[in-house]
């Protein structure tokens, strides 16, 4: 799998190099949505990321652009991101910004979708980065981006950015390279790394604990997962 995801009614899609599966908890069996028994569906059957939004429509971000699947009748829509008459085909992670529009992440800048209006608007921002391992927003609304340099936080409003590294910011991340970043309800923030740690920061008072991985590998996600 490159990505994992749960929907609002317990369903598990599972992202893999090869399509799109469905996981049903209650009748414990796979069912495999886009790819080779199904071509055509997605706009390519390698997904990078997946991303549910306040509708509850499923996003999937792949090599070649972005597929929607609507929640109520699985029906897929095929969008191909584009600006300035260039081309963003390459979809790694995507993250909702409000119920109109989504942001979307190649690898190193960020592209701002408007769902209704049909527009790509690349988003400019200071200190751009070489790369972004991963990309979320907290329930606030302040977009964090996880990259080889530490944790960059962006105000949605005017986009200022604050940095978090191992180094010299307060509080100090466990390492320096972020590749995961998980909002929690909890007003909290997972942070996993390229290394056996993980940690966990309070938004609110802006504390943090690390934690070792149990079996000593790197963090590649997080799941909320409720029994």
Same mark, same amino acid.
């Given at each position: 799998p490159?990505?994992?995801? +749960?929907? *609002?009614? =317990?369903?598990?899609?599972? =992202?893999?190099?090869? =399509? $799109? @599966? @469905?996981?049903?908890?209650?009748?414990?069996?796979?069912?495999e949505m886009a790819g080779f028994s199904a071509p055509g569906l997605l706009t390519d059957n390698h997904v990078n990321c997946l991303f549910i939004d306040f509708e509850n429509s499923l996003w999937v971000g792949t090599n070649n652009g972005i597929s929607r699947v609507d929640p109520v009748d699985f029906a897929f829509y095929s969008y191909y991101p584009s600006v300035a008459g260039v081309q963003h085909n390459k979809v790694s992670k995507i993250t909702g910004l409000n119920h109109e529009s989504i942001l979307i992440s190649g690898g190193s800048g960020l592209i701002r979708f408007d769902i209704a209006g049909g527009q790509y608007e690349e988003v400019p921002? /200071?200190?751009? %980065?070489?790369?972004?391992?991963? $990309? +979320?927003?907290?329930?606030?609304?302040?977009?964090? @981006?996880?990259?080889?340099?530490? @944790? &960059?936080? &962006?105000?949605?409003?005017? &986009?200022?950015?604050?940095? &978090?590294?191992? %180094?010299?910011?307060? *509080?100090? /991340? +466990?390492?320096?390279? %972020?590749?995961? %970043?998980?909002?929690?309800?909890?007003?909290?923030? /997972?942070? =996993?790394?390229?290394q056996n740690k993980f940690s966990i920061l309070n938004l609110n008072t802006f504390s943090i604990k690390h934690f070792s991985t149990l079996d000593g590998s790197r963090v590649v996600g997080f799941y909320n997962y409720k029994p």
């Open positions: 490159t990505c994992i995801k +749960a929907d *609002p009614n =317990g369903n598990i899609w599972i =992202g893999t190099t090869k =399509g $799109l @599966l @469905l996981f049903n908890i209650q009748q414990k069996i796979f069912k921002f /200071l200190d751009p %980065v070489d790369r972004i391992n991963d $990309l +979320a927003t907290d329930p606030s609304g302040n977009i964090w @981006l996880g990259t080889p340099e530490g @944790l &960059l936080k &962006l105000r949605k409003m005017n &986009l200022s950015i604050r940095n &978090l590294n191992s %180094v010299n910011t307060n *509080p100090t /991340l +466990a390492f320096e390279s %972020v590749t995961e %970043v998980f909002p929690t309800a909890e007003n909290s923030l /997972l942070i =996993g790394y390229d």
